[in-house]
């Protein structure tokens, strides 16, 4: 019992480690998302477009 305890401890620090770098996978793609939004937002503020609501939202997220 003991070693079949041993064995699924290490199991749940292995999943445990996977799903950190999954998240962390997942934060870097959303982050590299909203810096490419970003770049479109001050592009449309440079040459004077209109900004939608989104945008606006973008640009919000972006500067915290």
């Known amino acids: ?3 079949k305890l041993v064995k699924l ?3 749940n620090q292995k ?4 799903k950190k770098e999954k998240t962390k996978k ?3 793609k959303v982050e590299a998302q ?11 503020i440079k040459k004077g477009k209109k900004l939608t609501t989104q945008d ?9």
């Open 15 to 18: 999943e445990g480690a996977i």
């Open 56 to 64: 606006l939202l973008v640009f919000q997220q972006s500067s915290k």
């Open 1 to 3: 019992l003991k070693e």
């Open 26 to 28: 997942k934060k870097e």
């Open 34 to 44: 909203l810096k490419n939004k970003e770049e479109e937002v001050e592009e449309k």
């Open 9 to 11: 401890n290490e199991l």
